[in-house]
């Protein structure tokens, strides 16, 4: 294996938060008075920020609306929820098929590993707990731990930071061009990984060392 690090996005890269997700959004919509959107709707935002998600299947940019839906998504299934909600996108939350088994390889390798997500890092911490997976990651670095999300190279550049990794020896590997921006920002090489809503083509303007239809794949492509 020719890298010494490999990071990863979080939704659609390693896991799929889908059912909490799209609970989170019918319940913001619903806050405002908007019809709530379908899953598949819900899906092409994920990989942005809220506000973005909510602005991209609206078209509304006022700030205070925004605000609005924001909070009612963490209060009722985000950081600040409790009960049902909150239990909905902790345990509610599958890892991928191949996941636990690509970062057990990797673990086992001695090669490094993060996740580096615009999901809350506790959340994502929370989540691996519960899977019991959570000795498989070196790092998690949340949207909610950096000032500047993703494409912005920020949470890249700290995990390369934290584990005394240079750039040019991790592979960045994500599901959307969010994700392949981001690697070329912070000087990794990236792996597209087409677990989510984002096709093939649509990574054609980025350098990928590599397109994974899936984990399994990826894991056979990396000798892992």
């Avoid at 731990?145 to 240079?166: D, F, I, Y």
């Avoid at 599901?175 to 912070?186: E, H, L």
Wanted: include cysteine.
């Amino acid at each position: 294996m020719d890298y010494r690090g490999i990071f990863f996005d979080f939704d659609y890269t390693l896991g799929d938060s889908t059912p909490a997700i799209a609970e989170g959004y019918r319940l913001g919509f619903a806050a405002l008075g908007l019809e709530p959107p379908g899953v598949d709707q819900v899906r092409t935002t994920v990989g942005h920020t809220l506000a973005d998600g909510y602005a991209m299947l609206t078209g509304d940019h006022d700030l205070s609306r925004q605000e609005v839906f924001c909070r009612t998504f963490q209060e009722t299934v985000g950081v600040k929820a409790g009960g049902e909600g909150r239990r909905l996108m902790i345990e509610g939350t599958v890892l991928l098929p191949g996941a636990a088994e690509l970062l057990g390889a990797l673990k086992h390798a001695g090669v490094r590993t993060a996740v580096v997500s615009t999901k809350p890092g506790d959340t994502i911490r929370r989540i691996f707990d519960y899977q019991g997976r959570l000795d498989l990651v070196d790092l998690v670095v949340g949207g909610d731990e950096v000032q500047h999300t993703k494409p912005n190279p920020e949470g890249l550049r700290l995990a390369l930071e934290q584990l005394s990794l240079p750039a040019e020896e991790v592979l960045f590997c994500g599901d959307t061009v969010i994700d392949a921006a981001t690697a070329q920002a912070g000087g990794c090489p990236f792996c597209a990984v087409l677990n989510g809503t984002t096709r093939a083509p649509a990574f054609d303007r980025f350098p990928c060392v590599h397109i994974a239809p899936d984990l399994t794949e990826l894991k056979t492509w990396l000798n892992a």
